[in-house]
Antibody
């Protein structure tokens, strides 16, 4: 079955950087577009980014555009989210998703 | 961006009751609408896709309907394990957007 395991969440200071990873298994990774979603504490759900099968098309939410970079390694069945210039409002659980199937998430806390 | 609204924002129901949640899109999204269930402390789980198609393994007590801008999620025979927040999501156009959620509680 589809398994998506996120890692890399941590406590980071405002202005700092962090890299999240998502290990995918149970399906042919290279045949599926992937996404990142997030949920701030006590808040609703927010789409963050989309990446196409080959990684040549990537979309970002306006709230992260220019600061976050999504990439994938189809040989390693891995998805990544590079986050720079982090802000307090980026504090959230970040989820990796294949279509409508989500992982369990990893917590990113941005605080001084 | 397409705005998604949900009503009610919360509801209180009894075990065995049927509940209906409404979701409205600010523009036509055809049938590209999903419903998610999120239990406290857990990741969201997809229940319905393409407005009315049940995800594998999801009990038939859950059903969805609608197209265009107006959609509904119905939960029959409400049980304690259905205590959760339910979100609708449009995936017709990027950025994908979610409704604000409907919290289902028990009387």
């Amino acid at each position: 079955q589809v398994q998506l395991v996120e890692s890399g969440g941590d406590l980071v200071k405002p202005g700092g950087s962090l890299r999240l990873s998502c290990a995918a298994s149970g399906f042919t990774f290279s045949e599926h577009y992937m996404s990142w979603m997030r949920q701030a504490p006590g808040k609703g759900l927010e789409w963050v980014s989309y990446i196409s099968l080959g990684g040549d098309t990537i979309f970002y939410a306006d709230s992260v555009k220019g600061r976050f970079t999504t990439s994938r390694d189809n040989a390693k069945n891995s998805l990544s989210l590079e986050m720079n210039s982090l802000r307090v409002e980026d504090t959230a659980v970040y989820y990796c998703a294949r279509g409508l199937s989500w992982g369990q998430g990893t917590l990113v806390t941005v605080s001084s | 961006d397409i705005q998604m609204t949900q009503s009610p924002s919360s509801l209180s129901a009894s075990v065995g009751q049927r509940v209906t949640i409404t979701c409205r899109a600010s523009q036509d999204i055809s049938i590209y609408l999903a419903w998610f269930q999120q239990k406290p402390g857990k990741a969201p789980k997809s229940l319905i896709y393409a407005a009315d198609s049940l995800q594998d393994g999801v009990p038939s007590k859950f059903s969805g309907s609608g197209s265009g801008t107006d959609f509904t999620l119905t939960i029959n025979n409400l049980q304690p394990e259905d205590l959760a927040t339910y979100y609708c999501q449009q995936y017709n156009t990027y950025p994908w957007t979610f409704g604000p959620g409907t919290r289902v509680e028990f009387k």
